[in-house]
């Protein structure tokens, strides 16, 4: 069974002008074509500063259902083009009523969390187990993080929820620093932040 993970093209090489040919997306660079690729295994184009595209390759996306999405040179927002959407508006309807009731958004929004900060301890978990010299320096984290989870249970508001999940992710970034595998001096993980010990 053959899976298809459809990709993103970023196009980021200043004066591109992107194509359609035929059933292809040419990347062109003063005339000069430095990518081909197959339309299909798009899923979604960002360009970047000043890139052109083409009006039958934007078209083409938009029947596709390929986003087209426009930065600046400095990789600020400016515009997406998606075409149709299609959408369930009894979803929609009982998303919106699921504002209403903080309860079941707090008790969602826990599981978000609770997920990140197994993820994290899973990544610091793994690097005790690959670089056992780190392994007394990220043991005390993989602690704090078990107390987190701990946490999770015991808040009452998301205001609450948001305070675990930010001293879960201090706790992680500070610990992060370990994780980088380089031999120059230069080149280091610096983490600053605030944080309190969520109750």
């Keep these: ?106 008790h969602i929004a826990s599981r978000f969390v609770s997920g990140k900060i197994r993820n994290s301890k899973n990544v610091l978990q793994r690097a005790m187990r690959d670089y056992p010299e780190q392994r007394s320096r990220l043991e005390q984290s993989v602690k704090q993080l078990d107390q987190s989870l701990r946490n999770i249970s015991k808040q009452t508001t998301l205001d609450e929820l948001r305070g675990v999940e930010g001293y879960a992710s201090s706790v992680y970034f500070e610990a992060f620093a370990s994780l980088i595998r380089s031999d120059e001096d230069g080149f280091f993980f610096l983490y600053s932040a605030v944080a309190e010990t969520a109750a």
């Design 1 to 106: 069974m053959i899976k298809v993970l459809l990709n993103t093209l970023y196009v980021q090489t200043q004066q591109s002008y992107l194509r359609l040919d035929h059933e292809t997306i040419v990347v062109e660079v003063e005339g000069t074509k430095t990518l081909q690729v197959p339309i299909h295994h798009i899923g979604a184009i960002v360009m970047f500063g000043h890139v052109s595209i083409s009006p039958y390759l934007l078209g083409k996306c938009v029947n596709q259902g390929i986003s087209v999405i426009w930065y600046d040179v400095y990789g600020r927002f400016l515009a997406r083009a998606t075409g149709r959407t299609s959408g369930n508006v009894l979803l929609r309807r009982a998303q919106h009523q699921l504002l209403e009731d903080e309860q079941r958004m707090l």
